[in-house]
């Protein structure tokens, strides 16, 4: 037995159950079912450019015969629900698993998106484990059920299980025959005349998926106390188990399609029924539509995680003193050294509409910087940029900017770009190239050259990119330079056409050595060097700043900002 993360649980049984390709891209909180992945040689595994195309590699591995899994967070759906979508219409030929982690509570999202709703409208079956040891089986009994059934399966997870430990019993991995692909239009050639007998087989199968998951063993009753009985699955199940530890439970683990008369015979058991689950009342309506009496959403709430204590407070009244009452607020912040903090100083600085996008820099949002003005997703920026510019004309909106990162350009940035200087914006976009995927942990990306596995790979040259595809200028400054920035800044927005400014420093987490940390000295308690909002430096209660030498990485970036020459040490 081996204490794992969920995560790594997951990865774990997917080895074991003999998959050969696996293909994602990072996603708080499902990156480290990826990273784990990785280290099995018996499996190939990537980073892809995005979900759409790691959804597509995982179709296309799947059609040629041999086991695969796409991971993704729930915004990430989105992004490859184009693909998700026909291949519920293609299925499968070798098993394809689809890894899905929700994010309740937004801990590292921009929104509460429930994944279950995909499932049931693209008409796939999705399984949702409560614990670790049930994340490895419930990912082998996807495979099985995604050849069974010839479907695409998801198996979901939440912030709390992908992050949460518990023990874990190791098997042997089953290695699997490749199964022969063999052509046939009327299966794998989505036009309409072949689509329309696939429907049919979609059908057909979520009919029969109906029937069987009634006798499926990881949809069980859990017969108690019979005055209060709980319908919920996941890790809540383990919040009920906790916070009510007498009351009869249905523990429901295939989310799609659930086992409603296993359900409706578990209902007449009980005196009351409720239904715990996080986000959307998905289960509840369900089991209202069949006509099954419940409760559910009169007593939770649609937003955030629940808890034993919010459980406990809702159905036996016990009252428990939140533990987050006294706490201060510790909003987050860039890291010492972030490259970006100086890039958000200037646009801040010169009065600038920033529509920036998903990654660290959105922290650019919070004071003391306070220079972002939109995030909505992936990409986003540069279209909502060019949309001012088209709604208000381009001089009125002159001093309306684009900020993304390197990984997130390349996850869907390149064609906002595109529209940009076919559609003949005057847009500057300004590239945050830190030379990872920061946000999730330094993940590689095409223009790092490096692979999931370590390998090295051609490096994707952002400069001739950009060009490429119309940029009028490109301008690759030092994001360290504040000078250097604000001047290309000022130039690019001054450019007819679409300007492109690239501010290029390696994340300060990436090195291993700093520059001696810097210090103060003589301070006028002017509070300029506050301004940039670096967590290294701290106001002491006399108004004077001093600078944690544990936390500086030596950047320089604080030095100009002090007339009075009082920060020393450091390099740029």
């Known amino acids: 037995m081996k204490l794992m993360l969920g995560n790594e649980a997951i990865a774990r049984g997917a080895y074991e159950a003999g998959v050969k390709v696996v293909s994602a891209y990072p996603g708080t909180p499902s990156t480290e079912v990826t990273e784990n992945i990785a280290r099995y040689d018996e499996v190939y595994a990537e980073w892809a450019p995005n979900e759409k195309v790691a959804f597509e590699v995982a179709i296309g591995a799947s059609y040629a015969g041999v086991r695969s899994m796409v991971c993704m967070k729930h915004v990430g759906v989105n992004v490859a629900a184009d693909p998700m979508f026909t291949a519920a219409y293609t299925g499968v030929n070798g098993g394809l698993v689809i890894l899905a982690a929700d994010d309740p509570g937004m801990h590292s999202s921009q929104n509460e998106q429930d994944t279950r709703f995909y499932a049931r409208s693209a008409h796939i079956p999705m399984l949702e484990p409560s614990d670790s040891m049930e994340a490895k089986e419930f990912t082998k009994l996807a495979f099985e059920l995604s050849e069974k059934y010839d479907t695409p399966v998801f198996v979901r997870t939440t912030t709390r299980l992908a992050h949460s430990q518990s023990y874990v019993e190791e098997c042997d991995r089953t290695e699997i025959a490749v199964k022969p692909y063999q052509k046939d239009i009327t299966k794998y050639t989505m036009m309409p005349s072949s689509a329309i007998g696939r429907h049919v087989k979609v059908e057909e199968r979520e009919n029969q998926l109906k029937v069987d998951v009634e006798t499926m063993s990881i949809n069980r009753e859990e017969l108690n106390d019979l005055s209060l009985g709980i319908v919920c699955s996941g890790v809540v199940y383990q919040y009920v188990k906790d916070a009510l530890p007498d009351a009869s439970i249905f523990k429901i683990g295939s989310v799609y399609p659930i086992p409603i008369e296993s359900i409706r015979a578990f209902s007449k058991k009980v005196k009351r029924l409720v239904v715990v689950e996080e986000l959307e009342p998905f289960f509840e309506n369900q089991l209202k539509a069949n006509g099954i009496q419940c409760e559910g959403k009169n007593l939770f709430s649609k937003l955030g995680e629940l808890s034993v204590y919010e ?222 909002g670096c967590p290294a430096i701290e106001k002491q209660k006399d108004g004077s700043a001093r600078i944690n030498s544990s936390l500086c990485v030596g950047c320089g970036l604080c030095v100009g900002l002090c007339k009075f020459n009082a920060i020393k040490g450091g390099e740029k």
């Open 311 to 532: 459980i406990k407070s809702k159905l036996i009244g016990e009252k428990t003193e939140s533990l987050k009452a006294d706490l201060p607020l510790r909003p987050p912040v860039m890291c010492a050294g972030c490259p970006h903090r100086g890039v958000f100083y200037v646009l801040k600085k010169l009065g600038l509409t920033v529509s920036a996008d998903i990654g660290c820099y959105t922290l650019g949002a919070v004071a003391p910087l306070s220079a972002v003005d939109t995030v909505v997703c992936m990409g986003a920026s540069i279209g909502i940029a060019h949309g001012f510019k088209k709604a208000l004309g381009e001089e009125a909106a002159k001093k309306v900017v684009s900020v993304i990162g390197d990984s997130t350009f390349i996850h869907s940035g390149i064609t906002g770009l595109i529209n940009a200087v076919y559609n003949g914006s005057n847009l500057t976009l300004i590239i945050l190239d830190n030379s990872t995927t920061g946000m999730t942990g330094h993940q590689n990306h095409p223009a790092t050259g490096l692979t999931l596995k370590g390998t090295p790979s051609p490096i994707l040259d952002l400069v001739e990119l950009c060009k490429v595809v119309g940029s009028k200028s490109v301008t690759v400054v030092d994001a360290y330079d504040m000078p250097a920035v604000e001047k290309a800044v000022k130039s690019a927005i001054d450019e007819e056409g679409v300007s492109v400014v690239i501010a290029k420093r390696p994340c300060a987490l990436l090195s291993k050595k700093y520059p001696p940390a810097l210090s103060i000295d003589g301070c006028k308690k002017c509070g300029a060097c506050l301004k940039i």
